[in-house]
Nanobody, 127 residues
Framework: QVQLVESGGGLVQAGGSLRLSCAAS????????MGWFRQAPGKEREFVAA????????IVADSVKGRFTISRDNAKNTVSLQMNTLKSEDTAAYYC????????????????????WGQGTPLTVSS
């Protein structure tokens, strides 16, 4: 059974940093593109970042470009999201997702393109 478990969320002040992690089990992580999405209350789930199978290529949403970095460690079956210079608008639940398919920028921004999802970890940025 595939499981994705996020951790690292919490409360942080604006301008601060936080690192989210996602631990994967039940799948061969190196065969999956990994992504991060977020969903604020009352809003649709929004693409944040994606990373290719080996980590050699990443895609980051314009809203977080230059502040967020996605990385992965296939040996440890983990994917991380380093978030710097946090803003109040980053407040949301953050979800890890796995996709077994092609690496194409437009497709990777769509939540429906992913096969497995974690339960999410909440982030609140106070201003």
């Amino acid at each position: 059974q595939v499981q994705l478990v996020e951790s690292g969320g919490g409360l942080v002040q604006a301008g601060g940093s936080l690192r989210l992690s996602c631990a994967a089990s039940g799948l061969t992580m190196s065969s999956y593109i990994m992504g991060w999405f977020r969903q604020a209350p009352g809003k649709e789930r929004e693409f944040v970042a994606a990373i290719s199978w080996s980590g050699g290529s990443t895609i980051v949403a314009d809203s977080v470009k230059g502040r967020f970095t996605i990385s992965r460690d296939n040996a440890k079956n983990t994917v991380s999201l380093q978030m710097n210079t946090l803003k109040s608008e980053d407040t949301a639940a953050y979800y890890c997702a796995a996709r077994r398919g092609t690496y194409e920028a437009t497709t990777l921004r769509l939540a429906r393109a992913y096969d497995y999802w974690g339960q999410g970890t909440p982030l609140t940025v106070s201003s």
